[in-house]
C-alpha cells in the first residue's frame, strides 16, 4: 500500500538556524499539506500546496516558513530561522484532487527540536 | 470557526468489550467527519470518514461511527476491543468540500486492557 515518507525522523538543531523537513507524497496525489504537533497540544494545519503554489495557509505559517516542491517526488518544508517555539512534530500529508473532501494521508513525522 | 472537542483524554476498556470514542464537533455548513489513529512512532492513519449518505460509517479494523446531525456528535466505536486497538485516537472535521484543511481535535488515548 502506498504511504507518505518522512526525512529525517528526528532532527535537533540550534535556536536560530534554518532546517529543512523532506516528504515524499503518495505518487498519484497532487494535493500536499503540512501539518504540526506541539507536545501536548492539537494537531494544527500549516500550509497546502496545489499545482506548484500555496492554496492555503494558517497564521502560523509566517515569513520563516516556506514550502516547495523542488522536483517530482519531494515536498519540502523549510524553516529559515528557528525559534524554540518552532520545536514539534511536523507531519506531511497528500490527497487526491477531489470535488468532496478527499481523504487526506499522513507521513510518520519529522520530530524537530529546537535547543 | 470550526472546532473539534474529544471530552475524554483516556478511555480504558477491558479486551472484548465494546468500546466508544467521544467526539463532537461546531461548524457551519455540512461536516466532513474524519477518524485517525495514531500508534506509538507512527503517523496518523486513516480510519474512516464521513461525508455523505447513511449515518453510519464502516472503517479499517471492524471500527465505525455514528453521524448524528442534531447531538453534532461523530463518535467511534468497536463492538468487541483488542489490546492491538491501544492508540491515541484523533476525530477532525472540514467544513467545506475539496481539499481544505482539518480541524482536529486533541486526542484521546484508548487504552485496551487485557
Known amino acids: 500500500e502506498p504511504e507518505v515518507t518522512q526525512t529525517p525522523s528526528h532532527q535537533v538543531t540550534q535556536m536560530g538556524q534554518e532546517v529543512i523537513l523532506r516528504c515524499v507524497p503518495i505518487s498519484n496525489h497532487l494535493y500536499f499539506y503540512w501539518y504540526r504537533q506541539i507536545l501536548g497540544q492539537k494537531v494544527e494545519f500549516l500550509v497546502s500546496?496545489?499545482?506548484?503554489?500555496?492554496?492555503?495557509k494558517s497564521e502560523i505559517f509566517d515569513d520563516q516558513f516556506s514550502v516547495e516542491r523542488p522536483d517530482g517526488s519531494n515536498f519540502t518544508l523549510k524553516i529559515r530561522s528557528t525559534k524554540l517555539e518552532d520545536s514539534a512534530m511536523y507531519f506531511c500529508a497528500s490527497s487526491e484532487v477531489g470535488r468532496y473532501q478527499e481523504t487526506q494521508y499522513f507521513g510518520p513525522g519529522t520530530r524537530l527540536l529546537v535547543l | 470557526a470550526q472546532s473539534v472537542a474529544q471530552p475524554e483524554d483516556q478511555v480504558n476498556v477491558a479486551e472484548g468489550n465494546p468500546l466508544t470514542v467521544k467526539c463532537t464537533y461546531s461548524v457551519s455548513g455540512n461536516p466532513y467527519l474524519f477518524w485517525y489513529v495514531q500508534y506509538p512512532n507512527r503517523g496518523l492513519q486513516f480510519l474512516l470518514k464521513y461525508i455523505t449518505g447513511d449515518n453510519l460509517v464502516k472503517g479499517s479494523y471492524g471500527f465505525e461511527a455514528e453521524f448524528n446531525k442534531s447531538q453534532t456528535s461523530f463518535h467511534l466505536k468497536k463492538p468487541s476491543a483488542l489490546v492491538s486497538d491501544s492508540a491515541l485516537y484523533f476525530c477532525a472535521v472540514s467544513p467545506l468540500s475539496g481539499n481544505t484543511p482539518l480541524v482536529f481535535g486533541k486526542g484521546t488515548r484508548l487504552s485496551v486492557i487485557a
Open positions: 500546496f496545489y499545482n506548484n503554489e500555496i492554496s492555503e
